[in-house]
């Protein structure tokens, strides 16, 4: 892998090259702007590490061009201007990272490694497998944003409070920071709060010694121990009751746990990351969550945007769950461009989580390896059925209606996929009265016993598989 290296200072370029070949990259390098534009034009580079003053420009105020040459290529900045101007204009290009001169070499380095990490875990348009160990998926601004934030805190130690709404995808951005971290190699222990019964919070966090209480019959380790050098994962902290709260406080206060029923306090060595789809500031203004709490978890907030805000991310996260299905022994499948269109004008109010459950079904009803359209519209009527109960549709004319906003045909489609979406569920009853009996279905609906199989087919509808639900 090649990174082009823009320095026109020869030592500062020498010690960079020698830095950057260590950690197994080649160094391609120039020294001015048009230099730079020439070798992006030609060849593609795995990140960019420029300084600001060039010897026929400003490295910075021509990096517009560079993002259109390689809008995904990370961008290093490094600079002797150490004026807040300099990293407020780098940061404001959306560079990976700044580095005002001097500064660390080996830091740079790996810097550089771990920007070409996370531009490999986004992955080129329609990449159905990410790296492996990278999982997630997703280009939109507001994704790349996310990414930028996790990238600020792999080489510290700093608390990340991970918000979204539920499915948004932030236990596994709690998972990337640990594992594209400097402490993946020490264990990522993970509680969820609010799964644990109010009593036994406490001895599952800190720990117990034999007899602390009635049915403590041996000695319990606590999560934080068991996270001790690695990363303790707090999830839905929002929920965790009040007495925990006070005890969670002060074991992040003082780095160190005291086992429910123990004498001494044992330093442990835990980066936190904590997660909630609550909304904690009103639960502060309520007195349910602690203020003085929420300032220590929250030192860098990373907020994952809901799936209709980035929904250019559909399709790639469709064809990435399509993908992990067939691994997981479903059948394979290929998503028409026009049928991952129609998923990205979906609601998805479960979010990732939803999208995912979908296709995986998906994966599992479809008979043909092509879905298009016709395919996915009738089986995207039935998965949103039932969602917006009170303003349901009078009669078959608003339902039409409704379903036209909702599902936006492409044009050139409406009809039919309007005729699938209204045969479909037709169908289903007919065949549920009839036990699943074709013949007798046809019969039912008054219609040709020959059209209603190839109506079938082309819908996806197996009646064997009806039998059963
Ligand atoms: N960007 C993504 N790329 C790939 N898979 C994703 C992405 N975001 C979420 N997922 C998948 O979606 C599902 C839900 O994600 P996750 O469990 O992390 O959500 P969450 O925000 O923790 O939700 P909750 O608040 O309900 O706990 C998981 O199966 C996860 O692997
Ligand atoms: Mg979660």
Not at 78 to 93: E, F, H, I, K, M
Not at 96 to 116: C, G, H, M, N, S
Not at 310 to 322: K, V, Y
Not at 362 to 387: C, H, M
Request: with cysteine; proline share 5%; aromatic share 4%.
């Amino acid at each position: 892998m090649s990174v082009l290296l823009v320095e026109d200072d020869e030592s500062i370029a020498i010690v960079i090259t020698a830095a950057l070949e260590a950690e197994g990259f080649s160094v391609t390098r120039c020294d001015s702007v048009a230099e730079r534009d020439r070798l992006l034009a030609q060849g593609r580079f795995a990140a960019l590490v420029t300084d600001v003053i060039l010897t026929d420009g400003d490295g910075i105020e021509t990096l517009g061009r560079v993002r259109d040459a390689a809008p995904d290529m990370p961008v290093i900045i490094l600079s002797a201007q150490n004026t807040l101007d300099t990293a407020v204009r780098a940061s404001d290009t959306g560079a990976f990272e700044y580095f005002p001169k001097p500064f660390d070499i080996d830091e740079l380095a790996r810097t550089v490694r771990q920007a070409v990490g996370a531009a490999k875990a986004r992955g080129p348009e329609g990449d159905e497998a990410p790296v492996a160990g990278l999982p997630l998926v997703g280009r939109s601004a507001p994704m790349q944003a996310v990414y930028r934030m996790i990238t600020r805190v792999l080489r510290n130690d700093l608390t990340v409070l991970v918000l979204g709404e539920s499915g948004t995808g932030k236990e596994l951005v709690a998972e990337a920071i640990h594992q594209l971290g400097h402490r993946k190699d020490g264990p990522f222990v993970a509680v969820n709060t609010a799964a644990i019964p109010a009593e036994l919070i406490e001895s599952e966090l800190f720990g117990h010694e034999k007899g602390a209480f009635t049915g403590a019959v041996a000695r319990h380790i606590g999560k934080f121990e068991q996270a001790n050098g690695g990363t303790l994962f707090l999830d839905e902290i929002g929920d965790m009751p009040m007495q925990a709260q006070t005890r969670l406080l002060r074991a992040l206060q003082s780095g160190r746990v005291r086992r429910v029923g123990g004498r001494e306090e044992i330093a442990v060595d835990v980066r936190i990351i904590a997660a909630t789809n609550r909304d904690l500031e009103p639960m502060i203004a309520a007195g349910t969550f602690r203020e003085d709490l929420y300032y220590r978890l929250n030192v860098v907030p990373i907020l994952l945007p809901p799936l209709r805000e980035r929904t250019d991310d559909i399709p790639a996260l469709a064809r990435h769950f399509l993908h992990q299905a067939m691994q997981e022994g479903l059948p394979r499948h290929q998503l028409t461009d026009d049928a991952a269109a129609l998923l990205g004008r979906q609601p998805w109010r479960g979010n990732v989580r939803e999208l995912r459950n979908f296709i995986y079904r998906l994966a599992l009803l479809a008979r043909e390896e092509r879905i298009d359209t016709a395919t996915l519209a009738p089986l995207l009527t039935q998965a949103t059925r039932g969602e917006d109960e009170g303003e349901r549709p009078r009669n078959l004319g608003e339902a039409v209606v409704a379903w036209l906003e909702q599902h936006r045909p492409a044009p050139g489609r409406v009809y039919d996929e309007a005729l699938a979406a209204f045969e479909r569920p037709l169908f289903i009853e007919a065949l549920r009265e009839t036990g699943g009996n074709q013949l007798r279905a046809a019969q039912l609906l008054g219609i040709n016993r020959n059209t209603l199989r190839k109506r079938l087919s082309d819908l996806a509808i197996d009646p064997v598989e009806l039998q059963r639900i």
